[in-house]
C-alpha cells in the first residue's frame, strides 16, 4: 500500500466535510474548497478522520491514491490554516505595490506589469521588495507565484529579477578583463 495514501487526514475542529459520490466540499473558518476526485478512489469519513481507499494493486489505484490523499489533506490545511508563498525583488528600481487585486510591477521595462489576482488570491507588498501572497488553494497559490516569477525570473549575473524567497540563485562570474 501507499505510505502516503494509507495515512488517515485527520479533520481539525471547525472544519467540515461533505462527500457525495465523486465530490467532497471542504468548508472551514477561511473558506471552502470542493473537487471531484477520481473514480476508482473511495473517500470515506470515519469520525474525525478521512480514510482514502483504493480497490486494488494496479499501477494507477496506486499513483491516485497517494496523489487524491495528499490534494484532500491539503484542501483541509487550506480551510483551516492557509497558505503562503513569499518572494521577493531584487534590482536596482524594481518594485512592487499592490491595490485592490491588481499587483503592479516595475522590472526594469519601459512599462510597468499589471497582474489581476484571481479570487481567493491575496498580496501583501513590504518595503516594495518583498511580496507575500496568501490563499487557501496550495495549487493556485503555486500557479500565481510561478506567474509573478515569470514576469522577471532571476539572472545568474547579478541575480537581478523575482525570485521565491527560499530560493538560492547560482551566480555565474562575469567576463574578466586580462
Known sequence: MSR??????QIPSGVQI?????????KGPKGQLEW?????????????????ERPDDSRQN???HGTTRALIQNMVTGVSNG???????????????????????ELGYSHPVRYELPNGISAEVEKNVSI???????????????????????EPYKGKGV????????RKVGKKNV
Open 18 to 26: 461533505a462527500l457525495n459520490e465523486r465530490h467532497i466540499l471542504v
Open 62 to 64: 496506486r499513483t491516485l
Open 132 to 154: 507575500t501572497l496568501q490563499g487557501i488553494d496550495k495549487q493556485l497559490l503555486g500557479e500565481v507565484a510561478a506567474k509573478v516569477r515569470s514576469f522577471r525570473p532571476p
Open 83 to 105: 497558505f503562503m508563498r513569499k518572494l521577493e525583488i531584487t534590482g536596482v528600481g524594481y518594485r512592487a505595490s499592490v491595490q485592490g487585486s491588481t499587483m503592479t510591477l
Open 36 to 52: 471531484e476526485y477520481p473514480a476508482p478512489i473511495q473517500v470515506r469519513q470515519d469520525g474525525s478522520e478521512l480514510l482514502v
Open 4 to 9: 502516503v495514501g494509507r495515512q488517515p487526514i
Open 163 to 170: 525570485k521565491y524567497a527560499e530560493e538560492l540563485i547560482r
